[in-house]
C-alpha cells in the first residue's frame, strides 16, 4: 500500500469463497477498495467490539441502500497498513484484476474477480453477509442483496491493463 493511497469503499462482514473444484470453507474478512489497489483482510488488529458495531451499522446502511461504496468509522489507513503487515491477506493491484464482474442471485449480489497472482490465476466470489451460524463452523446463514456495479465501474476505470 502507497502513503498516498486513501481508503474508498470499507465493506465488513464480507464472504470469500474460492472458486476452485472442491473449494469447501470460504473466509470472513472485510474487503477494502483503495486508490490503486483491492484488499481483502480476514487476519485484523481491531477490537471484537468495534467489528459487532460496524456490522450492525452496515447491515442498517444495506437495508436503506444497495449501492456498496461505503466506510467504516473507527477505520483508518494507519490500522489498514498493520492488517496488511500479515501476509495472509490480500492486497490485490487494479492492473492483476484479470476480469471482474457481479450478478444479482436470488439469495445476494455477488462480486467475481479473477486475478492474476503470480503465476496462476484464481476465482473469487464475494458477498456480503447479514447472519451467521457459529456452529460446526462459521458459515454464513443470511445474505445482503447489495448492488456491486459503482465497486465494479470504479476498479475498471483505474485499470491500465484491460482486456
Known amino acids: 500500500m502507497d502513503v498516498d493511497e486513501k481508503i474508498q469503499v470499507h465493506i465488513v462482514s464480507v464472504w470469500r469463497e474460492s472458486k476452485k473444484l472442491f473449494s469447501i470453507h470460504g473466509k470472513e474478512g472485510m474487503l477494502i ?9 480476514h487476519k485484523t488488529e481491531v477490537k471484537m467490539r468495534w467489528w459487532n458495531a460496524a456490522t450492525q451499522r452496515q447491515v442498517l446502511t444495506f ?16 490500522l489498514l497498513r498493520t492488517d496488511l503487515e500479515n501476509k495472509k491477506n490480500m492486497e490485490i493491484r487494479f492492473d492483476d484484476i484479470l476480469d471482474i464482474s457481479h450478478e444479482d442471485k436470488t439469495w445476494a449480489g455477488v462480486l467475481n474477480l479473477e486475478i492474476n497472482q503470480g503465476e496462476k490465476n484464481h476465482k473469487y466470489q464475494f458477498s456480503v453477509v447479514q447472519d451467521w451460524v457459529k456452529y460446526p463452523f462459521k458459515d454464513p446463514q443470511k445474505y445482503m442483496k447489495v448492488d456491486w ?9 483505474r485499470q491500465k491493463i484491460t482486456n
Open 63 to 78: 437495508l436503506k441502500s444497495k449501492d456498496v461504496m461505503i466506510q467504516q468509522d473507527g477505520y483508518d489507513e494507519k
Open 33 to 41: 477498495l483503495t486508490d490503486k489497489h483491492l484488499m481483502f483482510v
Open 149 to 157: 456495479s459503482s465497486l465494479v465501474q470504479y476498479i475498471k476505470e
